[in-house]
């Protein structure tokens, strides 16, 4: 909260002691806690894992609140929360209005966020979930045995290391080539950040439209898709002077292209017709749909009901395990058609002895259990959330499209949380299921549930 206060400084926007009480009220917090934890632990437990992590991220949403409190940016507690859990959690879902004449500072704070938490995403993914060993995460060590898909180096601290190079340096590089581009500095900053952590926040209430540039546009598709590419891929490519080749041999990645090119063909079919909608214009909303990031350059819930599907779909299957991308990532709804089209072929042969296969690994029976079972739970959490914001009064399509939204952290959805609009106008009530959607999406479901289970609190 001091990188805000120095830009309030500079810029005399206001909001400095804002900043300087919201500081002191964190750093009170913490003190506290530090003094009522007592010594270090020795050894944390996989169950000590799952709640520090849970806790870690509800205490996060709720500290990260406190400026867009204190300023008055948000003027009820319950919008503050939200704005503050969509940012720390990548989704990029707003109720602020006027973004053209906000203070730097506030700005600032919201795009920071996005960055902290898109990278505490990617060490949360590949650093920590493989070893809890939930929600198929597993996958990390199912797929390529050794150092590049289970973890880059001996110990988790050292992962996270080379994770945050790897990410620090695709946001200066990002930050570069847009100011290059024409962006004021300010304006890039905040867009790399917001971009490489998959955020979807922006400076302009017109989001990327604001610029109407075609080269910022292009120069933003580029980066998102290489931060919805899993970050362990970077590295093992990094390590082999950027080979091509490294990103070909991965499943994931390939069928991630595959993916994305066929729904750019479809949505080009369905609104090739319509001459208002240009090439780079439909390029650029589908990639930041199916990445999860949420950008916009014009209003895509006006193109078809057809488009408007596939861009639901699209959030659904999201990026890459290990990118700061949202939904149930490729990997999973790869193996889960595989295992599909595994039944199908039992149906003809069925005594034949048909695996399931990740690069050149078989899946196991358990994980391919996990994958089933976190599909399941994702899909009836996103129903009940629908059903939850539906009973605040919410029209059905807006209540669907904003539980897919923020349970995939994708951020703008379509009816009265379209890329238009935001979620201002919303019911507490639905914001508080939201609020609950964007944490279970990000902590990837199991994370949360394990800690109802009776079992868990027993010694």
Not at 118 to 137: K, N, Q, R
Not at 160 to 175: P, S
Request: charged share 10%.
């Amino acid at each position: 909260m001091m990188i805000p206060l120095l830009i309030a400084v500079y810029d005399q926007s206001g909001h400095v002691m804002d900043f300087v009480w919201s500081g002191l009220i964190v750093l009170a917090i913490g003190v506290v806690m530090m003094k009522l934890s007592g010594g270090p632990i020795e050894q944390v437990s996989h169950k000590d894992g799952f709640l520090i992590v849970t806790l870690a991220w509800v205490s996060l949403a709720l500290l990260g609140a406190v400026p867009f409190w204190m300023t008055g940016i948000c003027h009820t507690v319950m919008d503050g929360l939200f704005e503050s859990t969509s940012g720390l959690t990548t989704t990029g879902a707003t109720v602020l209005v006027g973004l053209d004449y906000m203070p730097h500072s506030i700005l600032f704070w919201r795009s920071m966020q996005e960055w902290v938490g898109g990278m505490g995403i990617i060490v949360l993914a590949v650093a920590v979930m493989p070893l809890l060993g939930i929600g198929g995460m597993q996958l990390f060590r199912a797929e390529v045995p050794g150092p590049t898909k289970d973890k880059l180096t001996a110990r988790v601290t050292e992962t996270a290391k080379v994770l945050w190079y790897i990410y620090l340096a695709m946001t200066l590089f990002t930050a570069v080539s847009l100011w290059l581009a024409g962006m004021g500095t300010f304006d890039a900053i905040n867009h790399a950040m917001t971009t490489v952590a998959i955020g979807g926040f922006s400076t302009h209430d017109a989001s990327i439209g604001y610029f109407h540039s075609q080269t910022i546009q292009y120069l933003i598709i580029l980066f998102m898709l290489l931060a919805g590419i899993n970050f362990t891929l970077h590295f093992a490519a990094m390590r082999k002077g950027f080979s091509p080749k490294i990103y070909w041999r991965d499943d994931e990645f390939r069928a991630y292209g595959k993916w994305l090119a066929l729904l750019l063909f479809c949505i080009a079919l369905l609104i090739y017709r319509n001459p208002d909608v240009a090439w780079s214009d439909e390029l650029f909303n589908v990639v930041s749909i199916a990445t999860t990031t949420g950008f916009a350059v014009s209003d895509y819930s006006l193109w078809s009901p057809g488009v408007s599907m596939l861009l639901l779909v699209a959030m659904f299957i999201g990026g890459c395990a290990g990118s700061t991308a949202g939904g149930m990532k490729v990997v999973r709804v790869l193996l889960l058609f595989r295992q599909g089209l595994r039944e199908v072929r039992r149906l003809i042969h069925p005594h034949g002895v048909i695996h399931v296969k990740l690069g050149s690994s078989s899946l196991t029976p358990s994980v391919m259990q996990s994958l089933w079972g976190f599909f399941v739970l994702y899909m009836v959490c996103f129903g009940v959330v629908a059903i939850l914001v539906a009973a605040t009064g919410v029209d059905m399509a807006t209540s669907i499209s904003a539980a897919a939204a923020c349970i995939t952290n994708t951020g703008p959805g379509f009816g009265q949380v379209g890329p238009a609009d935001n979620y201002l106008m919303l019911p507490d009530g639905a914001k508080a299921a939201l609020i609950f959607a964007m944490i279970l999406g990000r902590l990837e479901i199991f994370t949360f549930f394990v800690l109802l289970v009776p079992e868990f609190w027993r010694k």
